[in-house]
């Protein structure tokens, strides 16, 4: 993160059109990588990382939905993004 991006991988995505952030639950995380996921949705998981964080897009001009990012700490993320 930093002060005007995310960068996911080779993705950069502008903060500005960041919205609401949320904390998955760990009970929720398997729906959320699953059944609840919706296909245009950007999904950032790497495997040994417990945590997960969504991130809503709010981009008229972008198709995706929201972010879906996996993660060592999602509060540090999140106060990140905030």
Do not use: C
Not at 5 to 27: M, R, W, Y
């Amino acid at each position: 993160v930093t002060k005007d991006e995310l960068v996911l991988g080779d993705a950069t995505i502008p903060k500005k059109v960041l919205g609401e952030i949320t904390i998955v639950q760990p009970s929720e995380q398997f729906a959320a990588r699953g059944s609840d996921l919706d296909a245009r949705a950007f999904v950032f998981l790497k495997y040994g990382l417990p945590e997960m964080v969504k991130v809503k897009v709010n981009d008229p001009k972008d198709p995706t939905p929201y972010l879906l990012i996996a993660t060592r700490n999602s509060v540090a993320l999140v106060a990140a993004l905030s």
